[in-house]
């Protein structure tokens, strides 16, 4: 049986802040339209981090049975490497969707826009047949798209959207921001498994591009929020100052741009989620208080 710690590894934890970072700006673009609501807030992060958890875990599950991990470089997998069985994974990742749509419903509820019950089921959808499924759009090379519309635009407008009542254009900007970022998490990630996504028949985008315009896209991912924060500028100077997060981008950078290949590449997940990470908190503050 898995320990604690292995269940907590599996969930990897590393990528959480593409769910946190999420809410966070949200949130602040909420409150720039004096709609921000910290129980609503509250509740859309566990929305989103039990999503998160959910599909790592369906993910560990269906890349799992279908031999995708056996001969992994990243971190540990707990059906690939054994010390899960799939039916407890599997049942893992349905409780986290379980707890989120539960958190969903009652925003739902509490804002009555039941059309969001749509949003919600096509959240779920997305991340079991991410992998799952008889075709995965996972394996197909459309990770980054859905990665880019469920944790930006979904995720973003989504929060916003139920505090504030409406979705403005600084909302939609940090949701560009986010999903550029949670993208770019993802295609460092690929970029990582590419000899062995190859030889397991995982076409991800990495795979369909080739490591060299594979590393082009991730720059270009990671640049993206920067030129939304000049564009933030215009609403309050002080956007200015989500620059700072250039400071964890830059070694990411340096790696993925380096040519660096396989165990080399693990470290940038976590830069480039941190990264997001503040530039989330710092813009969320820095549009919520304008």
């Not at 509490?110 to 997305?126: I, K, R």
């Not at 993802?186 to 995982?202: C, Q, S």
């Amino acid at each position: 049986m898995a320990t604690v710690a292995e269940w907590v590894q599996g969930a990897r934890v590393r990528t959480l802040p593409n769910s946190v970072a999420p809410v966070l700006v949200g949130a602040g673009a909420a409150a720039a339209l004096g709609g921000f609501s910290w129980w609503k807030s509250l509740l859309a992060l566990v929305v989103a981090l039990s999503l998160q958890v959910g599909v790592n875990y369906a993910n560990d599950y269906s890349d799992g049975i279908r031999g995708t991990d056996d001969n992994r470089v990243g971190p540990l997998r707990l059906v690939g490497s054994g010390v899960a069985t799939p039916s407890s994974v599997k049942l893992a990742a349905f409780a986290c969707f379980g707890i989120g749509a539960l958190a969903g419903l009652v925003l739902v509820i509490a804002s009555a826009e039941w059309w969001l019950l749509a949003v919600g089921v096509l959240c779920v959808a997305g991340a079991w047949f991410y992998t799952g499924g008889s075709k995965p759009y996972g394996y197909s090379g459309f990770g980054e798209v859905a990665v880019f519309l469920f944790f930006g635009l979904v995720a973003v407008l989504g929060t916003q959207y139920i505090q504030a009542g409406t979705v403005s254009w600084v909302g939609l900007a940090c949701a560009v921001s986010m999903g550029s970022f949670s993208a770019a998490v993802l295609v460092a990630n690929n970029l990582r498994d590419v000899p062995t996504d190859r030889v397991a028949g995982k076409t991800t985008l990495a795979v369909r591009l080739g490591e060299e315009r594979t590393r082009v896209l991730f720059a270009t991912l990671v640049t993206i929020p920067f030129v939304v924060t000049i564009a933030l500028a215009t609403q309050t100077p002080w956007a200015l100052a989500g620059l700072a997060a250039a400071v964890l981008v830059v070694p990411a950078l340096k790696v993925v741009l380096g040519k660096a290949t396989g165990p080399a590449l693990i470290p940038v997940l976590k830069q480039t989620g941190l990264a997001m990470l503040a530039w989330a908190v710092i813009t969320a503050l820095a549009v919520g208080l304008s």
